[in-house]
C-alpha cells in the first residue's frame, strides 16, 4: 500500500463533520442525506484534477474512477460491478429502468400506493406512449406485517402484467417492504422486478444475489452520505441490452470491448460526475464512525428512530404506521386531517412551513391521499439525540392545538 493511500485511509477516519446550519434541528435527513466536510473535500480534489486536465480527465480518468465506486458498490449491496451503471440520483436511475421495459396494449404493470409521485408520473408518461396500464395494489395502514403486503402486491398480478415495481423503503411511509419475496414471486412466473430502493443504502443492508431482481435503482446522497447527484441502476445481465442512458452521448454508437451498459452511463456528455467518484469515500467515511462500521451505525440509528416514534406516539395525537420490524431508520406517523388545505406552503403542507419557521425543525410532511390523510416523517442519523425529538413532540403539539383552531 502507497504512502498516499495509508494517509487517505487515516483522514477518512476522522470524525465526521456535518454541514448542517446552526440552531437548526434537522430532522429530515431521509430526503437529502447531508454529505460530510471530508466527503466534499475530496469531491473538491476530484473536480481540482478535472479542471487541470479536462481532455484526460473524460477521456481516460473518468471510467477509471468509476470502476473504483462500482467496485466499492458491488461490495455493499453484493453484485457484479460490471452490473451496476452509475446515474444521476434515484429517480433518473427508476426512469432508465422503466424506459428500458417493452410494454404493449393491454399490458400492465404493478405499483403500490405507497409509490413515490416521481415513478408514477414517469409511468404515466410511459402509459401515454405504449397503452400499459397502471395497477396500483391497496397497502392499507396502519400495516400490521409482511404478510399484509406481500398479499396485496401478489394479488394484484395477472397474466397482463409485465412488471412489477415495488419501493424497497416506502418514501413517505418510510415501511421496509417484503421485496425479497416479492421478487421471487414474479420472477417464478417470469415477470420482471424494478426495485426502488432510492431510500435504502446505507438504511438497510442490501444483498442483490438474494433478493434477485431484474432491476435495482437507488440513490446515493441519502444515506450514504454522499453529494447530491449520486446513484446507482443495477440491471440483471439479461435486460443490459435494453438499457439506455436518459441522454445518448457522443460516444454511444462506438464499438470497444467494455460493455455498453457501462459506457453509456459513466458519460452523458460533458458534466460534473464528481459525486459518483467520491461514494467510495462516503462509504469509508462513515464506516469509520463507530467500531462496528456500517452495521453499528445502521443499528444505533434503527434503535433511535425507534425510541423516537414510540416517545411521539406517545405523547401527541399521532398512530404509528407499522411495526418495529418493518422500519429502518426513518419512521412515519400518522396526523390528523389538515384542516385548511388552501393555506400557502413552501413544501408539500403548511405545517411544515411552521414547523420550520416558529420552531427552527425541518421535518417532511405529506398529504398521502388515499393511504392516510397526511404522515410526518422522522429521520434518525448519527448527529441526532433524542432532545431533538422531544422538541419535536412539544412543538408538534402547539402546531396541532393551533390548528384545531381552523376547524
Known amino acids: 500500500m502507497s504512502t498516499a493511500t495509508v494517509s487517505s485511509h487515516l483522514a477518512a477516519r476522522r470524525r465526521v463533520v456535518w454541514p448542517l446550519g446552526a440552531g437548526l434541528t434537522y430532522l429530515n435527513h431521509g430526503s437529502y442525506g447531508s454529505c460530510p466536510a471530508y466527503v466534499l473535500e475530496r469531491q473538491d480534489e476530484i473536480r481540482a484534477r478535472m479542471e487541470r486536465d479536462p481532455t484526460r480527465f473524460f477521456k481516460v480518468d473518468l471510467e477509471k474512477l468509476s470502476d473504483r465506486t462500482r467496485s466499492a458498490l458491488s461490495d455493499l449491496i453484493n453484485a457484479p460491478a460490471d452490473d451496476i451503471g452509475l446515474m444521476g440520483n434515484g429517480t433518473v436511475a427508476m426512469a432508465v429502468a422503466l424506459n428500458a421495459c417493452s410494454f404493449a396494449p393491454g399490458d400492465e404493470v404493478v405499483v403500490t400506493d405507497h409509490e413515490y409521485s416521481a415513478t408514477i408520473n414517469e409511468l404515466n408518461r410511459i402509459s401515454e406512449r405504449t397503452g400499459v396500464r397502471i395497477v396500483k395494489a391497496q397497502i392499507r395502514v396502519p400495516v400490521q406485517g409482511e404478510d399484509q403486503v406481500f398479499e396485496a402486491v401478489t394479488s394484484a398480478v395477472t397474466q397482463r402484467t409485465k412488471l412489477v415495481v415495488v ?26 422486478v424494478l426495485l426502488d430502493g432510492a431510500h435504502t443504502p446505507g438504511q438497510v443492508k442490501i444483498d442483490i444475489e438474494a433478493l434477485a431482481p431484474t432491476f435495482y435503482a437507488a440513490s446515493c446522497h441519502k444515506w450514504l452520505n454522499a453529494p447530491k447527484g449520486s446513484g446507482f441502476l443495477y440491471a440483471h445481465p439479461s435486460v443490459q441490452g435494453r438499457v439506455r442512458a436518459m441522454v445518448q452521448s457522443c460516444r454511444v454508437h462506438l464499438k470497444r470491448a467494455r460493455k455498453s451498459f457501462l459506457c453509456d452511463t459513466d458519460y452523458v456528455g460533458t458534466g460534473d460526475y464528481t459525486a459518483n467518484l467520491v461514494i467510495p469515500d462516503a462509504i469509508e467515511h462513515l464506516g469509520a464512525q463507530l467500531p462496528g462500521g456500517w452495521e453499528a451505525i445502521i443499528a444505533s440509528n434503527h434503535a433511535k428512530v425507534i425510541e423516537a416514534r414510540s416517545m411521539l406516539c406517545d405523547r401527541c395525537p399521532v398512530q404509528a404506521m407499522a411495526p418495529e420490524q418493518m422500519i429502518g431508520t426513518m419512521a412515519s406517523v400518522m396526523l390528523p386531517e389538515n384542516p385548511d388545505r388552501t393555506r400557502p406552503t413552501c413544501y408539500e403542507d403548511c405545517l411544515q412551513d411552521t414547523m420550520n419557521e416558529r420552531h427552527a425543525i425541518q421535518i417532511p410532511v405529506w398529504e398521502m391521499y388515499p393511504v392516510t390523510p397526511r404522515v410526518m416523517r422522522i429521520s434518525a442519523q448519527l448527529y441526532n439525540h433524542m432532545g431533538e425529538y422531544e422538541m419535536l413532540a412539544e412543538a408538534l403539539n402547539e402546531e396541532l392545538e393551533r390548528e384545531k383552531q381552523l376547524r
Open 167 to 192: 419501493s424497497h423503503i416506502a418514501s413517505a411511509s418510510a415501511i421496509i417492504f417484503p421485496v425479497e419475496r416479492i421478487s421471487h414471486f414474479c420472477r417464478d412466473r417470469g415477470i420482471e
